[in-house]
């Protein structure tokens, strides 16, 4: 019988892999909560309108890559592809937007049907930072910083910052018509997608991957040139927030994002070591999204950062991720070592509840006991035989470091253990 295997972009992460993701949300959660972001627990399936009313029906994401289906009841859902608009619908459901300020942040997997490569998959995840009722450049500048913060924790360097302003409305319609007359000329070598969106949502041949179409809209006009005095005032206001925290940015035209309710200031982290896959963080301000979900006119801005391609580059630039390796393997020799083993296992683990400890279990020699404690990682092994579980005593032997074996009293053990565990 053939084994059933997972689906294509629905990946396994395996113990091998998972302390470095722990490693990751612990420093996000950190961060967040240093900034008094709170969490939001979203659920995975939502109702399909309303990533449809809030992406844009004509963006990509609404139109291929979203995985809706009918229920029994014949009501369409869809797995969430990102985690704005859940977040918009749960404030407005409970209450937390009206007249309120909220900072929140949300964790977890995204849906959406891709092609599947490196740093993109089908079920993919993300962290989400969300700011609520504060219109000024200041909260921009926050949440920046924020995630400007989280990649300094993570140890990632060589990012670069880039920013554009999708303006108002009023923008919107002067840039299109601009931007419209130019693509006109240019329609025929456009590729087959960006000469549909030309009638439907023309900002997003900016986008387009197609080399051509990027050779074309390189002459484009920009939208910074068509910018209304409020928009210009907050594109000025963030790059200088930023550059008084010393935050290095460019100003690149041709970001517009890839979802429709987006305006004003947008922004993404980039980096040249991940290959098509360079954008790790991004988002931006969408002032307009509460009003379309039916709730009262809420600034609002955040952005987005995909964890397996944060976990890539941190690859990239540093092999040595966190591991799940024990600091300590305990052996033991002998029936009454065997048995004395789980006790002083459990007692260590109260003296010293953050001790990684791994106990001996199964048959084995000491040889391939030792084997096993060092093919797992441990920085230290124990050693109980039955002399030694007599007089209440384990030998302590350091796998990683040139320190002689010695002898150690049970009482002693957990002083013994911190010490020579000391982070170098």
């Not at 040139?225 to 790059?239: F, N, T």
Request: with cysteine.
């Amino acid at each position: 019988m053939a084994r059933i295997q997972s689906l294509r972009g629905f990946n396994d992460i395996l113990p091998s892999d998972s302390a470095a993701w722990q490693h990751v949300e612990a420093c996000a959660r950190e961060v967040f909560a240093a900034y008094g972001y709170g969490e939001i627990r979203l659920p995975l399936l939502e109702r399909t309108e309303l990533f449809k009313r809030s992406i844009g029906e004509a963006t990509d994401v609404v139109e291929k890559e979203m995985f809706s289906f009918k229920d029994r009841e014949g009501d369409s859902l869809t797995l969430r592809p990102e985690g704005t608009a859940s977040t918009v619908r749960a404030g407005l459901e409970h209450g937390l937007l009206h007249n309120q300020q909220q900072r929140l942040w949300y964790a977890g997997p995204m849906f959406r049907h891709e092609r599947p490569q490196a740093g993109r998959y089908r079920q993919f995840h993300q962290f989400g930072v969300e700011a609520y009722g504060m219109a000024g450049p200041d909260i921009d500048v926050e949440v920046i910083a924020l995630s400007a913060r989280l990649f300094k924790r993570l140890g990632l360097s060589g990012l670069s910052l880039e920013l554009n302003s999708l303006g108002g409305a009023e923008t919107r319609a002067n840039y299109r018509a601009a931007l419209v007359e130019f693509l006109k000329k240019h329609e025929a070598s456009l590729d087959a997608d960006s000469q549909r969106r030309l009638a439907i949502n023309p900002l997003r041949v900016l986008d387009s991957k197609v080399p051509a179409t990027q050779a074309i809209v390189r002459d484009a006009p920009a939208i910074v040139d068509y910018l209304d005095a409020d928009s210009r005032a907050h594109l000025d206001g963030l790059r200088q927030g930023l550059s008084d925290l010393g935050i290095a940015h460019v100003v690149n035209p041709r970001i517009v994002r890839g979802l429709d309710y987006y305006t004003k200031g947008v922004f993404e982290w980039t980096t040249t070591q991940l290959g098509a896959q360079g954008t790790v963080c991004a988002g931006g301000r969408y002032d307009g999204l509460v009003e379309q979900l039916g709730g009262s006119p809420t600034p609002a801005v955040g952005w987005a950062s995909g964890v397996e391609r944060l976990l890539l580059l941190m690859k990239a630039q540093s092999p040595n991720l966190p591991t799940h390796a024990p600091d300590v393997y305990l052996c033991w020799i002998g029936e009454a070592g065997r048995r004395a083993a789980a006790p002083l296992a459990e007692r260590l683990r109260d003296a010293l509840p953050r001790l990684p400890l791994v106990l001996h279990a199964g048959a084995g020699n000491l040889g391939a006991q030792m084997k096993r404690a060092d093919k797992c990682g441990a920085r230290v092994a124990l050693v109980l035989g039955e002399a030694e579980a007599a007089r209440q005593v384990v030998q302590v032997k350091s796998l990683r470091e040139n320190i002689p074996q010695a002898e150690c009293a049970w009482a002693e053990l957990p002083a013994r253990l911190a010490g020579l565990l000391k982070p170098n």
